[in-house]
Protein backbone atom coordinates (compact mmCIF):
# COMPACT_ATOMS: atom_id res chain seq x y z
CA UNK A 1 0.00 0.00 0.00
CA UNK A 2 1.28 3.47 -1.21
CA UNK A 3 0.99 6.60 1.32
CA UNK A 4 0.60 9.83 0.39
CA UNK A 5 2.63 13.01 1.56
CA UNK A 6 0.74 13.37 4.72
CA UNK A 7 0.77 9.62 5.47
CA UNK A 8 -2.86 8.69 4.43
CA UNK A 9 -3.19 5.49 2.17
CA UNK A 10 -3.40 6.43 -1.19
CA UNK A 11 -7.14 4.96 -2.68
CA UNK A 12 -6.99 2.59 -5.88
CA UNK A 13 -4.16 2.82 -8.33
CA UNK A 14 -0.20 4.78 -7.55
CA UNK A 15 0.50 6.89 -10.35
CA UNK A 16 4.09 4.72 -10.49
CA UNK A 17 4.49 2.74 -12.28
CA UNK A 18 3.01 3.85 -15.53
CA UNK A 19 2.31 0.14 -16.48
CA UNK A 20 1.43 -2.60 -14.18
CA UNK A 21 2.12 -6.34 -14.81
CA UNK A 22 -0.23 -8.66 -15.90
CA UNK A 23 -0.08 -11.15 -12.69
CA UNK A 24 1.05 -14.67 -13.04
CA UNK A 25 -0.51 -17.76 -11.91
CA UNK A 26 0.63 -19.39 -9.06
CA UNK A 27 2.96 -22.30 -9.51
CA UNK A 28 0.68 -25.05 -9.07
CA UNK A 29 -1.84 -23.29 -11.65
CA UNK A 30 1.58 -22.58 -14.00
CA UNK A 31 2.00 -26.32 -13.93
CA UNK A 32 -1.24 -26.89 -15.34
CA UNK A 33 -0.70 -24.80 -18.75
CA UNK A 34 2.94 -27.07 -19.11
CA UNK A 35 0.64 -29.95 -19.19
CA UNK A 36 -1.64 -28.32 -21.61
CA UNK A 37 1.38 -27.13 -23.54
CA UNK A 38 2.53 -30.76 -23.57
CA UNK A 39 -0.47 -32.49 -24.58
CA UNK A 40 -0.38 -29.74 -27.63
CA UNK A 41 3.07 -30.33 -28.56
CA UNK A 42 5.11 -32.85 -26.98
CA UNK A 43 6.46 -36.09 -27.74
CA UNK A 44 3.98 -39.47 -27.79
CA UNK A 45 5.84 -40.57 -24.74
CA UNK A 46 5.15 -37.34 -22.82
CA UNK A 47 1.76 -37.48 -23.43
CA UNK A 48 1.08 -40.92 -22.66
CA UNK A 49 2.73 -39.56 -18.75
CA UNK A 50 -0.09 -37.18 -18.54
CA UNK A 51 -2.85 -39.81 -18.57
CA UNK A 52 -5.92 -38.81 -19.70
CA UNK A 53 -5.65 -35.99 -21.76
CA UNK A 54 -9.60 -35.20 -21.12
CA UNK A 55 -8.81 -34.99 -17.71
CA UNK A 56 -6.56 -32.37 -18.18
CA UNK A 57 -7.81 -29.10 -15.68
CA UNK A 58 -7.78 -26.24 -18.40
CA UNK A 59 -8.12 -22.44 -16.65
CA UNK A 60 -10.17 -21.03 -18.94
CA UNK A 61 -12.94 -23.57 -18.07
CA UNK A 62 -12.94 -23.27 -13.54
CA UNK A 63 -15.15 -26.04 -14.13
CA UNK A 64 -12.55 -28.65 -14.96
CA UNK A 65 -9.79 -27.45 -12.37
CA UNK A 66 -10.91 -29.99 -9.82
CA UNK A 67 -7.49 -30.36 -8.11
CA UNK A 68 -7.72 -28.34 -4.86
CA UNK A 69 -4.44 -26.46 -4.76
CA UNK A 70 -5.20 -25.85 -8.51
CA UNK A 71 -8.51 -24.42 -7.90
CA UNK A 72 -7.19 -21.99 -4.56
CA UNK A 73 -4.59 -20.56 -7.13
CA UNK A 74 -7.37 -20.14 -9.69
CA UNK A 75 -9.16 -17.89 -7.86
CA UNK A 76 -6.47 -15.98 -6.43
CA UNK A 77 -5.43 -15.69 -10.20
CA UNK A 78 -8.70 -14.29 -11.58
CA UNK A 79 -8.95 -12.13 -8.31
CA UNK A 80 -5.71 -10.36 -9.17
CA UNK A 81 -6.57 -10.26 -12.55
CA UNK A 82 -10.00 -8.75 -12.23
CA UNK A 83 -8.17 -6.38 -10.09
CA UNK A 84 -5.93 -5.56 -12.96
CA UNK A 85 -8.50 -5.28 -15.70
CA UNK A 86 -10.32 -2.45 -13.13
CA UNK A 87 -7.12 -0.45 -12.89
CA UNK A 88 -5.14 -0.64 -16.31
CA UNK A 89 -8.09 -0.75 -18.47
CA UNK A 90 -11.30 0.09 -17.00
CA UNK A 91 -11.80 4.62 -17.33
CA UNK A 92 -15.55 5.10 -17.06
CA UNK A 93 -17.21 3.37 -14.13
CA UNK A 94 -20.14 1.44 -16.40
CA UNK A 95 -17.39 -0.40 -17.38
CA UNK A 96 -16.08 -1.50 -13.78
CA UNK A 97 -16.31 -5.10 -13.04
CA UNK A 98 -18.38 -5.31 -10.12
CA UNK A 99 -16.47 -6.54 -6.38
CA UNK A 100 -19.56 -8.98 -6.38
CA UNK A 101 -18.32 -10.76 -9.47
CA UNK A 102 -18.28 -14.34 -8.19
CA UNK A 103 -21.56 -14.34 -7.46
CA UNK A 104 -22.28 -13.89 -10.93
CA UNK A 105 -21.67 -17.05 -12.57
CA UNK A 106 -21.56 -15.65 -16.26
CA UNK A 107 -18.67 -12.96 -14.97
CA UNK A 108 -16.95 -16.34 -13.43
CA UNK A 109 -16.60 -17.89 -17.08
CA UNK A 110 -16.51 -14.86 -19.11
CA UNK A 111 -13.09 -13.55 -16.55
CA UNK A 112 -11.45 -17.04 -16.73
CA UNK A 113 -11.57 -17.27 -20.78
CA UNK A 114 -10.62 -13.18 -20.53
CA UNK A 115 -7.46 -14.31 -18.19
CA UNK A 116 -6.93 -17.12 -19.97
CA UNK A 117 -6.30 -15.08 -23.62
CA UNK A 118 -4.38 -11.99 -21.87
CA UNK A 119 -2.03 -14.80 -20.10
CA UNK A 120 -1.55 -16.70 -23.82
CA UNK A 121 -1.12 -13.11 -25.39
CA UNK A 122 1.58 -11.96 -22.71
CA UNK A 123 3.70 -15.38 -23.62
CA UNK A 124 3.49 -14.78 -27.60
CA UNK A 125 6.68 -13.69 -29.20
CA UNK A 126 4.72 -10.99 -31.06
CA UNK A 127 2.19 -8.86 -30.01
CA UNK A 128 -0.75 -10.32 -32.48
CA UNK A 129 -2.29 -11.59 -29.87
CA UNK A 130 -1.90 -9.14 -27.65
CA UNK A 131 -3.51 -6.60 -30.17
CA UNK A 132 -6.56 -8.95 -30.65
CA UNK A 133 -6.92 -8.99 -26.41
CA UNK A 134 -7.04 -4.99 -26.97
CA UNK A 135 -9.00 -4.41 -30.12
CA UNK A 136 -11.58 -7.80 -29.94
CA UNK A 137 -12.02 -9.88 -26.37
CA UNK A 138 -11.00 -6.54 -23.60
CA UNK A 139 -13.78 -4.33 -25.09
CA UNK A 140 -16.65 -7.12 -25.89
CA UNK A 141 -15.95 -8.39 -22.25
CA UNK A 142 -16.42 -4.86 -20.95
CA UNK A 143 -19.67 -4.32 -22.96
CA UNK A 144 -20.73 -7.43 -21.57
CA UNK A 145 -20.27 -6.63 -18.14
CA UNK A 146 -21.56 -3.01 -18.94
CA UNK A 147 -25.17 -4.34 -20.41
CA UNK A 148 -25.47 -7.90 -18.40
CA UNK A 149 -25.35 -5.99 -14.87
CA UNK A 150 -25.89 -2.13 -15.91
CA UNK A 151 -25.89 -0.30 -12.42
CA UNK A 152 -27.78 -3.36 -10.34
CA UNK A 153 -24.11 -3.60 -8.81
CA UNK A 154 -22.88 -0.32 -8.31
CA UNK A 155 -23.45 0.12 -5.04
CA UNK A 156 -23.95 -3.58 -3.60
CA UNK A 157 -24.81 -6.58 -5.02
CA UNK A 158 -28.26 -7.41 -6.13
CA UNK A 159 -30.12 -10.76 -6.28
CA UNK A 160 -30.30 -12.77 -9.38
CA UNK A 161 -33.05 -10.69 -11.29
CA UNK A 162 -34.19 -13.84 -13.26
CA UNK A 163 -34.05 -16.27 -10.29
CA UNK A 164 -37.96 -16.77 -10.86
CA UNK A 165 -37.85 -17.10 -14.12
CA UNK A 166 -35.20 -19.60 -14.00
CA UNK A 167 -36.99 -21.28 -11.31
CA UNK A 168 -39.62 -21.79 -13.90
CA UNK A 169 -38.00 -23.08 -16.40
CA UNK A 170 -36.36 -25.86 -14.04
CA UNK A 171 -39.88 -26.74 -12.83
CA UNK A 172 -40.72 -27.76 -16.43
CA UNK A 173 -38.28 -30.14 -16.94
CA UNK A 174 -40.16 -32.63 -17.28
CA UNK A 175 -42.21 -31.50 -19.83
CA UNK A 176 -39.25 -30.59 -22.36
CA UNK A 177 -37.96 -34.30 -21.68
CA UNK A 178 -41.81 -35.13 -22.74
CA UNK A 179 -41.46 -33.45 -25.93
CA UNK A 180 -37.89 -35.21 -26.61
CA UNK A 181 -39.22 -38.27 -26.24
CA UNK A 182 -42.02 -37.56 -28.75
CA UNK A 183 -39.42 -36.36 -31.16
CA UNK A 184 -37.49 -39.15 -30.78
CA UNK A 185 -40.62 -41.72 -31.08
CA UNK A 186 -41.38 -40.10 -34.34
CA UNK A 187 -38.25 -40.41 -35.70
CA UNK A 188 -37.78 -43.93 -34.81
CA UNK A 189 -41.00 -44.40 -36.69
CA UNK A 190 -39.74 -41.98 -39.89
CA UNK A 191 -36.47 -45.06 -40.37
CA UNK A 192 -39.15 -47.71 -40.37
CA UNK A 193 -41.86 -46.79 -42.61
CA UNK A 194 -39.91 -44.10 -44.96
CA UNK A 195 -42.72 -42.07 -46.82
CA UNK A 196 -39.97 -40.94 -49.00
CA UNK A 197 -40.56 -42.48 -52.76
CA UNK A 198 -37.31 -43.77 -54.54
CA UNK A 199 -35.35 -42.24 -57.05
CA UNK A 200 -36.91 -42.81 -60.49
CA UNK A 201 -34.92 -44.82 -62.41
CA UNK A 202 -32.92 -42.40 -65.49
CA UNK A 203 -34.24 -42.55 -68.61
CA UNK A 204 -32.19 -44.01 -71.56
CA UNK A 205 -31.56 -41.33 -74.43
CA UNK A 206 -31.65 -44.74 -76.44
CA UNK A 207 -35.60 -45.24 -75.63
CA UNK A 208 -36.25 -41.87 -76.76
CA UNK A 209 -38.73 -41.03 -79.66
CA UNK A 210 -36.67 -38.94 -82.38
CA UNK A 211 -38.41 -35.84 -82.95
CA UNK A 212 -39.76 -35.79 -86.65
CA UNK A 213 -39.56 -32.29 -88.55
CA UNK A 214 -42.63 -30.92 -89.69
CA UNK A 215 -42.74 -29.04 -93.35
CA UNK A 216 -45.06 -25.89 -92.99
CA UNK A 217 -45.80 -23.35 -96.04
CA UNK A 218 -42.52 -24.91 -97.37
CA UNK A 219 -40.18 -24.29 -94.49
CA UNK A 220 -38.77 -27.10 -92.61
CA UNK A 221 -39.86 -26.49 -88.30
CA UNK A 222 -38.78 -28.39 -85.22
CA UNK A 223 -41.88 -29.12 -83.28
CA UNK A 224 -39.76 -28.79 -80.15
CA UNK A 225 -38.62 -24.97 -80.37
CA UNK A 226 -40.54 -23.73 -83.48
CA UNK A 227 -37.47 -22.91 -84.80
CA UNK A 228 -37.23 -22.57 -88.57
CA UNK A 229 -34.23 -24.25 -90.13
CA UNK A 230 -34.46 -23.58 -93.62
Known amino acids: MTTTRSGHPTVGRAPM ?6 PKPGPALANAYRELEIAAHGTEKQRKELGDLNALA ?7 VTHHQQRAQLWDWLEAVTAWI ?7 SSHMIPPCWPQHPHLVHDIA ?8 AGTAFTSDALEDWHRYALPAFLDRVR ?16 RAANARYTTQQATRGALYRQ ?8 QSHPTAAPPADPVDDRT ?23
Open 113 to 120: VLADLRHQ
Open 208 to 230: RPIPRLHLIDGHTIDPHTGEILD
Open 147 to 162: NRTRSACEDHHRDWPA
Open 86 to 92: NTEHVWD
Open 183 to 190: DLDHARAG
Open 58 to 64: RPWDPAT
Open 17 to 22: PLALPF
